[in-house]
């Protein structure tokens, strides 16, 4: 189990160093299109939903988690 941890760890770590969020802004689009959202960039649907999307994510990691649990005792 203790290898089977520090796998799991070590592919989450690895994961985690290869992802990276882009630091700029991208530009809004020519085409007279308004849709801009602060400093020029475009507005992505999803994050209007970020908040209840974290909040759902977490209630299925605990619900799954105590489903889990139960199956085992």
């Known amino acids: 189990m203790k290898i089977t941890s520090k796998l799991l ?8 160093l290869l992802v990276k969020a882009d630091d700029e802004i991208p530009p809004v689009p020519g085409g007279g299109g308004t849709g801009g959202v602060g400093p020029g960039g475009a507005a992505s649907p999803i994050d209007m939903y970020v908040y ?6 977490i209630a299925l990691i605990l619900f799954y988690t105590k489903k889990l649990k139960s199956l085992k005792a």
Not at 52 to 57: D, E, F, G, Q
Request: glycine content about 0%.
């Open 9 to 16: 760890s070590a592919l989450f770590l690895f994961a985690v």
């Open 52 to 57: 209840i999307l974290s909040v759902v994510a």
